[in-house]
T-cell receptor, first 118, second 113 residues
Framework: ETGVTQTPRHLVMGMTNKKSLKCEQH?????MYWYKQSAKKPLELMFVYNFKEQTENNSVPSRFSPECPNSSHLFLHLHTLQPEDSALYLC?????????????????FGEGSWLTVV | KNQVEQSPQSLIILEGKNCTLQ??????????LRWYKQDTGRGPVSLTI?????NTKSNGRYTATLDADTKQSSLHITASQLSDSASYICVVSQYYGNNRLAFGKGNQVVVIP
């Protein structure tokens, strides 16, 4: 248990569906992140939120729409996805606001949501 | 080209044996290097983090080393257990701006009885 909870753990959706991934952190952190993990590829940073404000969008297609209502919750809304979007989507949080890689800023990951687009 | 390269991509080891995983990076200027363990179907969990001035750091049976001059790190697993079967991800932080993280693809380790 890392203190970051993701739901659902598994999701299968059609290309015309609309679905959402949810993330909640119980660590009192100020920064939250969405990462994409595809087979045999490094983790890809998608979005960064600090104090519920988006500070980074790593050129993510608009069919992925994040939402951060407060510092503890993060959503990823999915709409008209493509089969190549099938991957493990990881939510993460950290204490420091936006200083992802600072030595005192450990990133805590959730268990991930396995997404399959058919 | 990825800034963090890990080798071997995968390996199989017998329970009780030791193994060493390698991480070479080109990230510059360097801030810190982390090793994460990711069990199949789970999120990564932090094992160690080392800054420029640290050469070695241990976490139980895991020992990480860092040579910032040659830009190399290794993760040594001692007396492997079946629960060590996982992907081990090397992550390097760049020292500027918001300290962007560069991820390796991971070393896939399978421990067999």
């Amino acid at each position: 248990e890392t203190g970051v909870t993701q739901t659902p753990r598994h999701l299968v959706m059609g290309m015309t569906n609309k679905k959402s991934l949810k993330c909640e952190q119980h660590l009192g952190h100020n920064a939250m992140y969405w990462y994409k993990q595809s087979a045999k590829k490094p983790l890809e940073l998608m979005f960064v939120y600090n104090f519920k404000e988006q500070t980074e969008n790593n050129s993510v297609p608009s069919r992925f729409s994040p939402e951060c209502p407060n510092s503890s919750h993060l959503f990823l809304h999915l709409h008209t996805l493509q089969p190549e979007d099938s991957a493990l989507y990881l939510c993460a949080s950290s204490q420091a606001a936006g200083i992802q890689g600072a030595s005192g800023n450990t990133i805590y990951f959730g268990e991930g949501s396995w997404l399959t687009v058919v | 080209k990825n800034q963090v390269e890990q080798s071997p991509q995968s390996l199989i080891i017998l329970e009780g044996k030791n193994c060493t995983l390698q991480c070479n990076y080109t990230v510059s200027p360097f801030s810190n290097l982390r090793w994460y363990k990711q069990d199949t179907g789970r999120g990564p969990v932090s094992l160690t983090i080392m800054t420029f001035s640290e050469n070695t750091k241990s976490n139980g049976r895991y020992t990480a080393t860092l040579d910032a001059d040659t830009k190399q790190s290794s993760l040594h697993i001692t007396a492997s257990q079946l629960s060590d079967s996982a992907s081990y991800i090397c992550v390097v932080s760049q020292y500027y701006g918001n300290n962007r993280l560069a991820f390796g693809k991971g070393n896939q380790v399978v421990v067999i009885p």
